[in-house]
């Protein structure tokens, strides 16, 4: 389960470099930091629930901040 960590920051990465790429500076930073949380996760050899857990507490939070963002702060 660990490597998934590491291939979730390799796929940040890319797309962190990707929005540096097309100039979307504060999308790249975020990509970048995730990049780094995701990877240092990869390296802790934590157990397998914990990283069960850490994924859907990830997932909950980044699909809550897009509903959020979406529905409140984007303009129609």
Known sequence: MDRM???LGFWTLAIGLMSLA?????MA?????QTAVFV???YMRLSERT???LFWGYMILS???FT?????KMSV
């Open 5 to 7: 960590f590491r291939v």
């Open 22 to 26: 097309g100039g979307m500076i504060p």
């Open 29 to 33: 930073l975020i990509f970048f930091f």
């Open 40 to 42: 240092i996760l990869g």
């Open 51 to 53: 990283y069960m857990l």
């Open 63 to 65: 699909f809550g901040g």
């Open 68 to 72: 959020y963002w979406s529905f409140f």
